[in-house]
């Protein structure tokens, strides 16, 4: 009996500690940061698949999204079925259309390469190569190599991104071949060694390390409120301290300085296919005040560059349901940084 009272006492005391230790950790990750990095430079990922999904006319949106939003900087997911939709057969022809018009107008392209790039179902691999394990993996490095080689002397490309968050098992996917990925990335670095490579990885759900050491800059994404089919709208409780945090852990450990917001939410996180949902339900986890909030944050973790993620949800929103809120709130805050 008395052992066993000894063995509780422990249990308690240790639970104790472990609560008191993570009740620290709350309060510091919420301890409010007023300072705002007026100067991070905004920008937005931009897609011509999800635009042309949500029935929009994608090179209208394109344009509009550098001339009358004014956004300068975008992140362009290359997509691989698109691209070389048969062996060896690649139609750069979309791809080349959207960098000459960011040439003409002196804006900075990210590109993002690999499988897993931006929008669902994430992997967008050639329907003749998902049955072929291994010659996926060997026409993946080739594809980035290809890829990397007819745009590394644009003058609007400012980075590569090689695969989307790739240590995030998220998407319809291949498991992840770590080696893989470095294959990739030694393509990518020997093909255009004049550029930096960013690795993306989750904001909240991921310790950075392994995309961080891998990267000349790293990219996190940034999502405040999320929904779930068991609990509905959810927002993370948390500050900015928390992704400061992981960024001082990640200059220890993963020796990485560089860091900047690949992905901030700027549209809405609900279920199913966001426009076929109410806009009234679209309007609950996204509007324009919290997508000021959204900014307000994201400056207050203090990366110099932050991508906004739903340009293309703005524009539907404007030409399509004669909502043009939101995409004039962007156009201001592009106007004035």
């Known amino acids: 009996m008395q052992k066993i009272k000894k063995v509780l006492k422990f249990i308690l005391k240790a639970f104790l500690v472990v609560f008191a230790l993570a009740s620290v950790i709350f309060i510091f990750f919420n301890i409010p940061v007023v300072k705002e990095n007026s100067d991070a430079k905004l920008g937005v990922t931009f897609s011509m698949r999800y635009a042309t999904d949500i029935g929009l006319d994608w090179r209208a949106a394109y344009l509009a999204t550098l001339d009358d939003l004014g956004a300068k900087k975008i992140r362009i997911p290359v997509y691989w079925d698109f691209v070389e939709p048969q062996d060896g057969q690649y139609n750069f022809s979309d791809l080349d259309w959207q960098m000459e018009e960011a040439e003409k107008r002196n804006a900075e392209i990210i590109l993002a390469v690999g ?4 929008r669902w179902p994430e992997c967008f691999i050639p329907e003749y190569l998902k049955n072929d394990d291994t010659k996926r ?22 980075y590569w991104q090689i695969e989307n968050e790739p240590f995030l098992d998220f998407g319809i996917c291949p498991t992840l071949d770590v080696n893989l990925l470095d294959e990739e990335i030694a393509m990518a670095r020997k093909t255009d060694p004049g550029h930096n490579i960013i690795i993306t990885d989750s904001g909240e759900l991921s310790l950075w390390v392994h995309a961080a050491s891998r990267a000349d800059v790293f990219g996190t994404t940034m999502y405040r409120t999320i929904y779930s089919a068991k609990y509905g709208f959810y927002t993370y409780p948390i500050g900015p301290r928390f992704f400061q945090f992981k960024y001082w852990m990640n200059k220890i450990f993963a020796r990485q300085d560089n860091a900047i917001v690949i992905e901030l939410q700027a549209e809405p996180w609900i279920a199913g296919w966001t426009t076929n949902q109410s806009l009234e339900k679209q309007f609950e986890s996204m509007n324009v005040p919290q997508l000021k909030e959204n900014v307000s944050f994201a400056r207050k973790v203090g990366f110099p560059e932050i991508y906004l993620w739903g340009a293309e949800w703005w524009y539907w929103l404007k030409v399509n349901q004669n909502h043009p809120e939101l995409w004039d709130a962007a156009k201001e805050m592009f106007r004035n940084q």
């Open 115 to 118: 499988q897993k790039v931006p």
């Open 137 to 158: 993996k060997q026409k993946l490095v080739e594809f980035v190599g290809v890829v990397v080689e007819r745009y590394k002397n644009s003058k609007a490309l400012k």
